[in-house]
Structure formats: structure tokens, C-alpha cells
T-cell receptor, first 110, second 113 residues
Framework: GENVEQHPSTLSVQEGDSAVIKCTYS??????FPWYKQELGKRPQLIID?????GEKKDQRIAVTLNKTAKHFSLHITETQPEDSAVYFC?????????FGTGTQLKVEL | ETGVTQTPRHLVMGMTNKKSLKCEQH?????MYWYKQSAKKPLELMFV???????ENNSVPSRFSPECPNSSHLFLHLHTLQPEDSALYLC????????????FGQGTRLTVV
């Protein structure tokens, strides 16, 4: 089955800096790559996603890049703000399920 | 509100009890999922119901039993659970075609005593 590895597990940045979270996967059939944000005590929420026919997608301060050959994809957050503090999960989709990474605790410090 | 509602939000049950978790989605989706979230294994897929077909994670113990009477409702029946089953149980729904954008409910925080 699919194996998704996510790094780093924790990340601290200063407000205004950029944050990058990386994921690698094993199943070459995976064709959908979403990112979820989970604030403390709340549900995971989809923040951006990309399909395998696209290499990069941007939505305001967040962007995702995909390298299908190397089987890795990354989340980039620019100009970080305190409200960006949360746990971020990458996932891969293929067939009828999503396989999630282990999560990254992002802390944006003032 | 994302359109996926779970009840109850919190549940404390003894190991000999039988309880059920309920999930309802109002997004017109035709696939629903149960995930278990704990400190040891964040967001672990338990069951998928897609076009009324059930797909399960073979590592899920039989003390967890799902039921999907229609595309809008999903249940997780619990019986003779163990303390290590204490976790956050999340329901999600999506379309049954790519891209499968999954939307989660608020979850049920389950404590087994």
C-alpha cells in the first residue's frame, strides 16, 4: 500500500518568514495531493490541492509544488502569520482513499 | 460549517458498553469515510463507503462495525472496546470521482474506561 512520509514533524518560524513542509510517497499511481490544516481542537480543513497533471499551484500565501518523477510534493507558506499556527497534513489520493502523512506542527512566533 | 455533522461530540464508555457514532453529510457527496486520529497514528483510515461498496482497512478490529444506509449517513457501531481505542474519530465525505476533495466533520472524542 501507499506510504507517505512528512517532514519536519515540528517547525518554528518567525512571523513574516516562509515555511516549507515536504512529503514523499511511494505509490506511482497516486494522482491527487491535498494539504489539510488542523487547528487545535478543530477538524482538518482542506487548504490547497494539486492533481498530477500540474506541477505547481498557488493560492495567495500558500503554494504546493509536485515532482512526480521524484515522488515528492511540498507546501510553501509565505509571510507567515500567527494564525498559520496549526498542524498541517499532506495526503495522497489514488482510487477511493486518501493516505495521510504524520503531520507537521507549525508554530509562528511573534 | 462544512456540511458534515458528527454526533455525539464527546463519548465516554465502558469496555462492556455498546454505542454508535453518527455522521451526516449535506454536500451531495457519494463517498464517506471513517478515520481514527490518535497521537500514535494521526489520521488512520478505517473504512470507506463508495457507491454503497465498503472498503476497509484490514487492521481494524471487528469491535468496530460500520453501517452506511444511504449516501448521506454513516454510522460506526462500537462494542467491547479497549482503552487503547480512545481517540478522535473523524468522519469525512467526498465525491466518488477525482479529485476526491474530502471534507471532515468535527469528530467524536471517544474515551474508553
Amino acid at each position: 500500500g501507499e506510504n507517505v512520509e512528512q517532514h519536519p514533524s515540528t517547525l518554528s518560524v518567525q512571523e513574516g518568514d516562509s515555511a516549507v513542509i515536504k512529503c514523499t510517497y511511494s505509490d506511482s499511481a497516486s494522482n491527487y495531493f491535498p494539504w489539510y490544516k488542523q487547528e487545535l481542537g478543530k477538524r482538518p480543513q482542506l487548504i490547497i490541492d494539486i492533481r498530477s497533471n500540474v506541477g505547481e499551484k498557488k493560492d495567495q500565501r500558500i503554494a504546493v509544488t509536485l515532482n512526480k518523477t521524484a515522488k515528492h510534493f511540498s507546501l510553501h507558506i509565505t509571510e507567515t502569520q500567527p494564525e498559520d499556527s496549526a498542524v498541517y497534513f499532506c495526503a495522497t489520493g489514488g482510487g477511493n482513499k486518501l493516505t495521510f502523512g504524520t503531520g507537521t506542527q507549525l508554530k509562528v512566533e511573534l | 460549517e462544512t456540511g458534515v455533522t458528527q454526533t455525539p461530540r464527546h463519548l465516554v464508555m465502558g469496555m462492556t458498553n455498546k454505542k454508535s457514532l453518527k455522521c451526516e453529510q449535506h454536500l451531495g457527496h457519494n463517498a464517506m469515510y471513517w478515520y481514527k486520529q490518535s497521537a500514535k497514528k494521526p489520521l488512520e483510515l478505517m473504512f470507506v463507503y463508495s457507491l454503497e461498496e465498503r472498503v476497509e482497512n484490514n487492521s481494524v478490529p471487528s469491535r468496530f462495525s460500520p453501517e452506511c444506509p444511504n449516501s448521506s449517513h454513516l454510522f460506526l457501531h462500537l462494542h467491547t472496546l479497549q482503552p487503547e481505542d480512545s481517540a478522535l474519530y473523524l468522519c469525512a465525505s467526498s465525491q466518488d470521482r477525482a479529485p476526491r476533495r474530502a471534507f471532515f466533520g468535527q469528530g467524536t472524542r471517544l474515551t474508553v474506561v
